[in-house]
């Protein structure tokens, strides 16, 4: 079964850190472009940032660039989103996304695979 799975949600306080982790089953990422979306309530799924196979490759929303990092180990199986500097506005439910084809990182039609996500709450 092919799958994804995301951890490392929780909740922090403003200001605070969390690592989200995206690790496949039944598949090797090592071919695919790895991106994260988030989604708030009431507001639709956005695109937080990609990595592309090689590592070449990083893109990051405006929204969060400087504040978050992904990286990935391929040996692991697992992409990572080290967030930092978190704010009320970051809370969502975050998911992890594999893409064999190219094309625009933050276009969701593009991914093959979806994990079920994990929720990040940023609260005092």
């Known amino acids: 079964q092919l799958q994804l799975v995301e951890s490392g949600g929780g909740l922090v306080q403003p200001g605070g850190s969390l690592r989200l982790s995206c690790t496949a089953s039944?598949?090797?990422?090592?071919?695919?472009?790895i991106g994260w979306f988030r989604q708030a309530p009431g507001k639709e799924r956005e695109g937080v940032s990609c990595?592309?196979?090689?590592?070449?490759?990083?893109y990051y929303a405006d929204s969060v660039k400087g504040r978050f990092t992904i990286s990935r180990d391929n040996a692991k199986n697992t992409v990572y989103l080290q967030m930092n500097s978190l704010s009320p506005e970051d809370t969502a439910v975050y998911y992890c996304?594999?893409?064999?084809?190219?094309?625009?990182?933050?276009?969701?039609?593009?991914?093959?695979?979806w994990g079920q996500g994990t929720q990040v709450t940023v609260s005092s």
């Open positions: 990595i592309s196979s090689s590592e070449a490759n990083k």
């Open positions: 039944g598949f090797t990422l090592d071919y695919y472009a």
């Open positions: 996304a594999a893409r064999y084809r190219g094309g625009e990182w933050s276009v969701e039609s593009l991914y093959d695979y």
